[in-house]
């Protein structure tokens, strides 16, 4: 069965510090994952995706299929970091495409 | 070019009220879904539609309808509300299924945030 997996409900860390965001999945199919991100009092968006190997916002993030991990890291958190992150997996079964999410992280920057 | 868009953004319904969450899209996008966000829980899929007439149950189905009349709108439809469907409950499109990378973003309305007493 589909999965995705975030172990941290909760993540603080210092400004300037490096974060991890924890991601794992579970798919029989070629994974498709992304991050999405909720700022306070804005609607969910894209972060980024593992497709396009981008960095966004200082954020990268590798697919590690061997690990089955989806893991978001940034060398040095701003305060403006501060959301709600979703790790998303794409799925495709019966030529249908569903997008299953994570539990979340509340991600916290201390000044 | 307006995105996504829900209403109401704040419903407060007693226990066996019936309503309906309207969600909304202008970008002519196949894929709509709803979601509901609870604490600890992430989001789960409650129904989802892959185009015009096409609606399919997600995850936590039960106690939802929903209908898919034209490709803009997806309304979605508690029957008898209960107060374990207090949540926050997002609408989302997407293109149809393809190659290209763009085709697979979402875009989320902002939001219903739904209390049941």
């Known amino acids: 069965a589909q999965r995705v997996t975030q172990p941290e409900k909760l993540l603080s860390v210092f400004k300037g510090a490096p974060v991890e965001l924890k991601c794992n999945y579970s798919?029989?199919?070629?994974?498709?994952l992304f991050w999405y991100v909720q700022y306070s009092r804005q609607r969910l968006q894209l972060l980024l995706r593992h497709i396009s190997r981008e960095s966004i916002k200082g954020f990268t993030a590798d697919l590690n299929k061997g690990e089955t991990s989806f893991h978001l890291k940034k060398p040095f958190a701003q305060e403006e970091d501060s959301a709600m992150y979703y790790c998303a997996l794409l799925t495709v079964y019966q030529g249908a495409q569903k997008l299953v999410f994570g539990q979340g992280t509340r991600l916290t920057i201390n000044p | 070019n307006a995105g996504v868009t829900q209403t109401p953004k704040f419903q407060v319904l007693k226990t066996g009220q019936s309503m309906t969450l309207q969600c909304a899209q202008d970008m002519n996008h196949e894929y709509m879904s709803w979601y509901r966000q609870d604490p600890g829980m992430g989001l789960r899929l409650i129904h989802y539609s892959v185009g015009a007439g096409i609606t399919d149950q997600g995850e936590v189905p039960n106690g939802y309808n929903v209908s898919r009349s034209t490709t803009e709108d997806f309304p979605l439809r508690l029957l008898s509300a209960a107060p374990s469907q207090t949540s926050v409950y997002f609408c989302a499109s997407r293109r149809g299924l393809g190659d290209r990378m763009e085709n697979t973003e979402a875009f989320f309305g902002q939001g219903t945030r739904l209390t049941v007493v």
């Open positions: 798919y029989s199919g070629s994974p498709e």
